[in-house]
């Protein structure tokens, strides 16, 4: 059974830092991309970062660039995603999820986790 499980979303101010950890299990994490997504009230999911699955490449949304780190543990079947110099825009429910193909599109994605929710105060 596939799993992706995150954590360590919650509060944070302005200008402060998150790191984010997604867990899979029951697939060979290690030959898919992984990447994050995130979703605001009232708007539509949006891609965030992706790794591809030898952890050579990364892509980011123009939005956290400079901002936002994108890794990966093989080893540990875990994705992570460090958020520094947050802002409050950056408040959402963010998701980890899984790809045989690199891509910022979410429809590419098979699996995806429940989502862990980054609130950034003003």
């Known amino acids: 059974q596939v799993q992706l499980v995150e954590s360590g979303g919650g509060l944070v101010q302005a200008e402060g830092s998150l790191r984010l950890s997604c867990q899979a299990s029951?697939?060979?994490?290690?030959?898919?991309?992984m990447g994050w997504f995130r979703q605001a009230p009232g708007k539509e999911r949006e891609f965030v970062a992706a790794i591809r699955s030898n952890s050579g490449s990364t892509y980011y949304a123009d939005s956290v660039k400079g901002r936002f780190t994108i890794s990966r543990d093989n080893a540990k079947n875990t994705v992570y995603l460090q958020m520094n110099s947050l802002k409050p825009e950056d408040t959402a429910a963010y998701y980890c999820?899984?790809?045989?193909?690199?891509?910022?599109?979410?429809?590419?994605?098979?699996?995806w986790g429940q989502g862990t929710q980054v609130t950034v105060s003003s």
């Open positions: 029951g697939f060979t994490f290690s030959t898919y991309t």
């Open positions: 999820a899984a790809s045989r193909i690199i891509t910022t599109q979410a429809v590419f994605y098979s699996y």
